[in-house]
């Protein structure tokens, strides 16, 4: 069928006739092969009973092309990152400015709003940073 799908419980469904078959030998559960396990069965008329559907044929429906899409994820929060170095930014949240404890140590700041679209970067920034001219929806 060529589909990927992550463990879990999965059930089938069907239309027109259904080719279900038993067996009885050897249906000793859990029943495994490479590709699945079967636990047990829900039937209460046939305990020791294997059910298996042969020969499926599936149709997909509503698939859409396959498109290749490359995601670039660049809005990082400060405990995420690693280094050896403290950096506090201050006062937050802020109304006019905000204060670089060590701007020698930033490289440049991202002034993003609350849905992470970017506003502003300031590169070599200073140990003060004028920002009043930004909504309050921003965050540095």
Do not use: W
């Not at 799908?5 to 029943?31: D, H």
């Not at 396990?37 to 429906?61: A, D, E």
């Not at 400015?97 to 930033?106: D, G, H, K, T």
């Amino acid at each position: 069928m060529n589909v990927s799908l992550s463990p879990g419980t999965y059930a089938m469904r069907r239309t027109g006739t259904a080719k279900l078959y038993r067996n009885n030998g050897g249906a000793v559960f859990p029943y495994s092969t490479p590709e699945l396990v079967i636990t047990g069965t829900t039937f209460s008329s046939y305990p020791t009973y294997y059910f298996y559907f042969y020969n499926l044929n599936f149709t997909p429906t509503c698939e859409s092309a396959r498109t290749m899409v490359t995601a670039e994820i660049s809005c990082m929060s400060t405990s995420e990152t690693q280094t050896k170095e403290t950096v506090k930014v201050h006062p937050n949240p802020f109304s006019d400015y905000v204060n670089i404890s060590r701007p020698e140590l930033v490289k440049s700041i991202k002034v993003t709003d609350v849905t992470g679209k970017l506003i502003r970067t300031i590169p070599n920034p200073d140990a003060a940073l004028m920002l009043n001219d930004l909504s309050q929806e921003c965050i540095c």
